[in-house]
């Protein structure tokens, strides 16, 4: 089995892969002319913009829901292991899928919102709706559905709640089959709410817990600011090989930067157009624009808040690919949260372990909650009618004891296997979103050019000549009547 899995992840995450990634976030930076500069002011501007409906969410919902699957264990955990396997390099690498990947971001949560539908008095939309609607290749978009269903509900969940047990059991001795009753309790209370239980605890968790871990780690930055130098040095020149340390593991710099790079931020990895399908905007620009800065406060804000906070304390080891170590700082650590709680606990002693474990928990839990969202879209993309209850029922278990054995195995077997369901995802989306960008950057150009006319851009799919856009066409304007009726009386 373990060699399976291993062998899987060798495939998925080959070389190939590493350039795929980098390639296609590049070239959507050129064709959209680096968006995820010029359109910086908007993406702040339009994340605090709209209301939810009854149908949808708001902006801010589906980017906290967003949010909620980005920022995780990939933040602290998987940072800390990029660093361990990669060198303080892979942090650039982590930097550089940031930035590019925020374009292959706007692309992917824009399709969504143009192909998105209407089921059951509520939006659904992701790359199985994109894929089938914006191609036409309905077995495609099944292959998607079903290897995103197993990932988010089977293969993925695991790593959070595994990360949660192991650093609650740190830092306050709670064994971790309780860990895992107290999870599922939780997390079955919320999902058997629905999506707009599900959006409402995110927006108030994410960014509560988002801005004290920043806080926190500029706390600890000022304390050793005198490393500044040094470190932001360290980071570049073992980037590219020039520093002599790590000069030998430059391939591991970039490996392990992007895949956790794309693990963390989940740009092109078709995640995010869940959540952004969801939204009630008048544009599908608009989502993917505010879908993008989710990019960018996952990875240049909340992973440089763990990277800086090892790298400034030197609490971290790098592992050479021949055994042993390259740097040996501190011992019978294993790679992950427990650098991050090292680094806390030698500044703020006593309070670094039960703060990471606090931070992991509520940022792994809410990560679980967008899993089982995106879970249960695909579901409802692939089970219609009379039977899709049942479906969304034996989802919720399946989830929920996915949750529970991740909380009590080893660390190694959930992130080997939650590899797996990523690089399913990544290659199947990549494909997508590449062969359907034409669409996407007709969608841009058209809200530049009502932005430039000074109007508040509104999608008409008939001017850009978009087919299969039904919802757009059919039933948007009749919604906002309804809409407009409500508030009037």
């Not at 495939?11 to 590493?18: A, D, E, R």
């Not at 995780?72 to 930035?99: E, K, L, Q, S």
């Not at 680094?343 to 703060?355: K, M, Q, R, W, Y």
């Not at 029922?393 to 399946?398: A, P, S, Y």
Request: aromatic residues 12%.
């Amino acid at each position: 089995m373990s060699d399976l899995i291993n062998w899987l992840n060798g495939v998925l995450w080959s070389t190939p892969m590493i350039i795929f990634c980098l390639g296609v976030g590049l070239l959507f930076s050129i064709f959209t002319r680096f968006l995820q500069v010029r359109h910086v002011k908007d993406m702040v501007r339009l994340t605090f913009r709209g209301k939810s409906s009854s149908a949808g969410i708001s902006s801010f919902q589906a980017l906290a829901i967003a949010l909620s699957g980005r920022v995780g264990t990939g933040n602290i955990a998987g940072t800390a292991t990029a660093i361990a396997f990669g060198g303080p390099g892979a942090v650039f690498w982590m930097w550089m899928i940031a930035f590019i990947g925020a374009s292959s971001a706007f692309i992917e949560s824009t399709l969504a919102q143009m192909y998105k539908q209407k089921q059951d008095g509520q939006y659904r939309g992701g790359p199985a709706y994109y894929i089938e609607k914006g191609i036409g290749w309905k077995w495609y978009a099944v292959i998607f559905a079903v290897a995103t269903l197993l990932a988010m509900s089977l293969l993925m969940p695991g790593i959070q709640s595994n990360s949660i047990a192991v650093a609650v059991e740190n830092a306050f001795s709670i064994n971790t089959y309780i860990t895992g009753i107290i999870l599922i309790a939780i997390i079955g209370i919320i999902i058997f709410g629905g999506v707009k239980r599900i959006a409402n605890v995110a927006q108030f968790v994410v960014p509560f817990m988002a801005v004290a871990y920043i806080l926190l780690s500029l706390i600890i930055v000022l304390v050793n600011i005198t490393e500044l130098p040094a470190v932001i040095g360290l980071i570049f020149s073992s980037a590219f090989g020039a520093d002599a340390a790590f000069g030998g593991i430059i391939g591991l710099a970039i490996s392990w930067g992007v895949k956790r790079g794309i693990y963390s931020n989940e740009a092109g990895q078709g995640t995010g157009p869940h959540a952004a399908a969801a939204a009630e905007v008048s544009h599908p620009a608009k989502q993917g624009l505010v879908q993008s800065f989710s990019v960018y406060i996952d990875t240049l804000l909340v992973c440089s808040a763990t990277a800086f906070m090892i790298l400034f304390t030197g609490m971290y080891n790098v592992e050479s690919p021949n055994g042993g170590y390259i740097v040996n700082n501190i011992s019978e650590i294993p790679a992950g949260a427990g650098y991050t709680q090292a680094a806390i606990e030698s500044v703020l002693p006593g309070f670094g372990a039960s703060f990471v474990a606090i931070a992991l928990f509520f940022f792994a839990f809410t990560t679980i909650m967008a899993y089982y969202y995106m879970a249960e879209t695909n579901v409802a993309y692939l089970i219609r009618g009379k039977y899709k209850k049942y479906g969304m029922f034996i989802l919720k278990v399946v989830l929920l004891l996915a949750v529970f054995f991740g909380a009590i195995r080893e660390a190694d077997l959930a992130w080997a296997l939650g590899d797996v369901g990523l690089g399913l995802m990544v290659w199947l989306n990549l494909i997508a979103i590449l062969i359907l960008a034409k669409p996407a950057l007709r969608v841009l150009k058209d809200y530049e050019q009502q932005k430039k006319e000074g109007k508040d851009p509104v999608f008409d799919p008939k001017k850009l000549n978009i087919k299969n856009a039904d919802y757009w066409e059919f039933e948007y304007e009749e919604d906002q009547k309804k809409n407009k009726d409500k508030l009037s009386s």
